[in-house]
DNA sequence: CTGTTAGCGCCTTCAA
DNA sequence: TTGAAGGCGCTAACAG
């Protein structure tokens, strides 16, 4: 049978549409008879209220935006593995927005989210830069939705909660533990596109370095494997023989410079020592082994989800900007060690 | 200012509500003078329809279910992109539902996608059984609402619109090549859990295998690389010295088996030759170089999309069981060639 | 070409 | 504890 309305289930019931509403929605509302009669034709007649009817009376919708750069990243899909997992307990859905390469019309498409009346919005587009920070806040002050940042911040300010590491004490961790290993020509491979997170991980590169007084090497690359592929070999060609350390700002980006090293017969992690970013399945399934910052993507996911929830509810975040514990992950062994 | 309706702009342009919602509907029927006065209007109060209240009274969401099983697939993911950039041709949404491992409550989860009003759903879970399949088939009739299948499939019947590659051939191919290479004791590496399309995965294996009159090895294992890690170890210690080829449901699953062959001292692919399927980036990055099987995958997830689309606006579909073709990758060399 | 008028299905006071 | 009634913001006939 199509589509029972709720006109329908207070008919069979014998009751009037309101109090079908009430125990739904307010159950103690009900005196327990009338309430599992109702809850019995509910079940029999497979009712199911209508989203949009119900969105359109109660102001709410239980949906929440998510808005992300590029699924097949791997710690996007990770994150958004924690965050349904979460919404689930809520009961709440997810309306997915994928960003790819049209950032150019981010104020449209945000003000598209907002019509659609979710409840709050989730960002994990971590390239985050001032011009987006201040649309999205202006977005979560005139339509009063909340957003929050998710393994992603804006560091100059904390009017938007925020859940993310440290990413310059992570990089400088790494570049410092390549400088104790006694590296003297550490490299740092970032993205081209310049954004907030991968400026941190290079402030606490140039931090690490400064303090080493070694001389500072940004790499600026794309962070398609097919297209940075070609730049390592062309670095190679001109000065390899120098490179002996690397932090890269993704693992996929780590992996890639690995390859091409390991092709044009470096030997890592003896020639070259390596550190990636995020520990995702590509970190643990490189080989060379590759060492890596593990990040608790998963968790961050379902905190940001829990913390929206929150402010969904009005309570009061004590906390705004939430830093999660990182850690980093040694996997520098050539021997065939366990992992 | 929050949010204006469209009695706001039809005040301020001193139409009707109807005219507004006309010129944003039909502007054919609005006199264009009219309409760019009420667009101008528009754009200055900054109005977007409330989604609720245009689906309410149109019945219509412009929103897609898409029901997947685990975000942090790689093929899952790619195949969303893909998706997200077809739906946005149609200004579609994407409300998203990850099944992960509560696959159990399935009938109740598609009722809630239903009631969610979507227009149709994509369904990207490849663990189908005949169960779930007779489920989806009662939920496109009883509620009306189109399914496509994306990159997963149920043989046995074809009622619901379908997408994807012939993996039995592809397995098969795949089996022959090996065998061709003089490969005496190949290996089918599947998932624990059984389902459809790997089951047509082994059954193309299996044919190969026979009539190649060669014994069949299936070993079943978890899709998690953590677990089948151990799984691996385990066989290795057995029986490694005969294993010489292997085919791989998924890439990951094959390259943490090379892994652990390496691991034990073997030498890929001279000693053990392995294929994968999907061409994940987990197979572009691995090393030893992995052979897989290209799956178009973000086309599979475009492609989806579109016959959709087409389904919800009623135009028949001609072909209801779409095949895409596949092809195989070759990556065996060991000298450092070019990808 | 434009305005008027019913709903769409549900929630939520307000009374009873 | 329950029912009646008025919207929520928009679309879609139907008139004009």
Known sequence: ??????????????????????????????????????????????????????????KKSTT????????????????????????????????????????????????????SQVDGILYLNDEINEEQYTLLNMIQDEYKVPIVLANTLYPYDNKLVTICIDYFKAA?????????????????????????????????????????????????????????????????QNQSAKIDGVVAVRDSIAVSFINSMVEKGKRVPEDISV??????????????????????????GAKAMALLKKEIDGEPIEIKFNVLPHSIIERKTTKYDKE
Chains 1, 2 share one sequence.
């Open 1 to 58: 049978m199509n589509k029972a309305t709720i006109y329908n289930v207070a008919y069979a019931a014998n009751v009037s549409l309101a109090t079908v509403s009430r125990t739904l929605n307010n159950p103690q509302k009900v005196k327990p008879e009338t309430r599992e009669r109702v809850l019995r034709v509910i079940k029999e007649l497979g009712y199911k209220p209508n989203a949009f009817a119900k969105g359109l009376a109660s």
């Open 64 to 115: 929440v935006g998510v808005i992300v750069p590029d699924m097949s990243r791997a710690s996007v899909a990770e994150m958004l593995n924690g965050i349904s997992v979460e919404a689930r307990k809520y009961s709440y859905s997810l309306l997915m927005y994928v960003l790819m390469d049209e950032k150019a019309n981010e104020p449209e498409m945000l003000r598209e989210v907002v019509a």
């Open 172 to 236: 400088y961790e790494l570049t410092q533990r390549l400088v104790a290993e006694g590296r003297k020509h550490i490299y740092l491979l970032t993205t081209a596109r310049k954004y907030m997170v991968n400026d941190l991980k290079e402030e606490g590169y140039l931090k690490a370095i400064k303090e080493a007084k070694l001389e500072p090497h940004v790499l600026r690359t794309s962070g398609d494997i097919s297209i940075n592929t070609v730049h390592f070999s062309d670095l190679i």
């Open 275 to 300: 550190y990636g970013f995020q520990n995702t399945k590509y970190a643990s399934l490189a080989r060379p082994k590759l060492s890596t910052v593990d990040i608790p993507i998963i968790d961050i």
